[in-house]
C-alpha cells in the first residue's frame, strides 16, 4: 500500500532476484491527485475507489471529499493500485504527478524520508530492504520517533560520533536522554537489590 516510511527514515531496496515496480509520491503530488480525484465529480470514480480500498474504509463524507480520497488512496494493494487505479485515472483524464522507476535483479533504488511510495513484485522476487538514518535526516529522527530514554540515547550517541556539527540543537535533548537513562538505571538497580533482600 502506499505508505510513508516510518520515524523519517530514508529507505533502499536491493532486488536480488525479480522486479520490482516502484511509484513515488512527495505529499503535496498526493494531496493534488486526491484533490483532482475529488473534484472530478465522477461518482462512478470515486465508489471503484472506495471498492479498491480495503475492506473497512469509511463511507464517502458529505465534506472534505479530498480528505477522505487521500485516505482511501493509501488503503490500496499495490496490484490493485497499478492495474485498476492508474487505469481508472487515465480513463478519467486524471493525471497523477509521480515519479516511477522499473527495478531489475542486481539494482538498488533509494527513497527519501517523507516520501510515499508503493511498490509491487512483477514476477517471483527476492529482495533487501532497510531503513536509514543519515546527515539528512538524523535530525527530524531524533526529534520525530517517540520517546524513550535508551533509543534516545543511542540515536544522540551514534549522531555526535557521525556529524557531531549537526547535533548542536539536540544539546538539551540529548543530555535529557541520558539524564533519564542514568536515572531509570538507578531506580532498576534498586528495585533487583530489595527484591535479592526479600529473598
Not at 510513508?4 to 505529499?27: C, E
Not at 480495503?54 to 463524507?61: C, D, S, V
Not at 477522505?68 to 487505469?87: E, G, K, M, N
Not at 487515465?90 to 511510495?117: C, M, N, R, S, W
Request: hydrophobic share 50%; charged share 25%.
Amino acid at each position: 500500500m502506499l505508505h510513508i516510511d516510518p520515524d523519517s527514515t530514508a529507505y533502499w531496496n536491493a532486488v536480488v532476484h525479480g522486479r520490482k515496480r516502484w511509484m513515488f509520491l512527495r505529499p503535496e503530488e498526493l494531496d493534488a491527485a486526491a484533490a483532482a480525484i475529488a473534484a472530478s465529480g465522477n461518482e462512478v470514480l470515486l465508489d471503484s475507489l472506495a471498492q479498491l480500498a480495503e475492506p473497512g474504509a469509511a463511507r464517502k463524507p458529505r465534506k472534505n471529499l479530498a480528505s477522505w480520497v487521500r485516505a482511501l488512496l493509501q488503503q490500496i494493494t499495490a496490484v490493485r493500485w497499478f492495474s485498476q487505479l492508474l487505469p481508472m485515472l487515465h480513463q478519467a483524464d486524471i493525471t497523477v504527478a509521480a515519479e516511477e522507476a522499473l527495478v531489475e535483479a542486481g539494482e538498488l533504488i533509494y527513497g527519501p524520508p517523507g516520501v510515499f511510495h508503493i511498490a509491487l513484485a512483477l514476477e517471483d522476487s527476492v529482495g533487501c530492504s532497510e531503513q536509514l538514518v543519515d546527515e539528512g535526516n538524523v535530525l527530524r529522527f531524533v526529534q520525530d520517533e517517540e520517546y524513550r530514554p535508551a533509543f534516545a540515547h543511542l540515536g544522540c550517541a551514534a549522531g555526535h560520533a557521525l556529524w557531531p556539527e549537526l547535533m548542536e540543537p539536540l544539546a538539551e535533548f540529548c543530555a535529557r536522554a541520558a539524564s533519564d537513562l542514568k536515572r531509570l538505571a538507578a531506580g532498576a538497580g534498586r528495585s533487583k537489590g530489595r527484591r535479592k533482600a526479600e529473598l
